[in-house]
């Protein structure tokens, strides 16, 4: 093999690794386990594919869980009006999201309310819930 031939195949095979690295929204969350989660944003990760956010809610018995939430990505993030600033640490919010299809602590973020009451969709166009 010529030394062309080599770096087209090793872009190929690479670019498809990362591609399949990537996953839909149903793959990994189940769209009939909604939760409803309201704390205080602990860690927020503005990355592609998702941005990410943690926060930590209090259960009915007070104790305190950490929750991992995910959104589309930053570029549709922006499109749909978020900035870097819209979910910082220290804030308080409620999501409305779809768990995990494993039952851990994760769900698709799919709308956040903050506290001064402005509405932010989050979700991915393939999570196949109504826009909240």
């Not at 690479?14 to 309201?38: G, I, N």
């Not at 570029?75 to 640490?89: E, Q």
């Amino acid at each position: 093999m010529n030394a062309t031939y080599k770096r087209v195949l090793a872009a190929c095979l690479l670019t498809a690794a990362s591609a399949s690295a990537h996953h839909s929204f149903l793959a990994e969350f189940d769209q009939r386990s909604p939760v409803t989660l309201e704390g205080t944003v602990k860690k927020v990760d503005w990355v592609n594919p998702h941005a990410r956010f943690d926060i930590e809610v209090k259960d009915e018995n007070g104790r305190i869980a950490r929750w991992a939430l995910e959104t589309g990505s930053p570029g549709a993030l922006m499109l749909r009006g978020w900035t870097r600033n819209t979910v910082k640490p220290g804030d308080h919010i409620k999501v409305y999201g779809y768990q995990a299809r494993d039952k851990s602590s994760l769900a698709a973020a799919r709308s956040v309310l903050l506290k001064d009451g402005r509405k932010f969709f989050g979700g991915q166009m393939d999570d196949g819930g109504p826009e909240k």
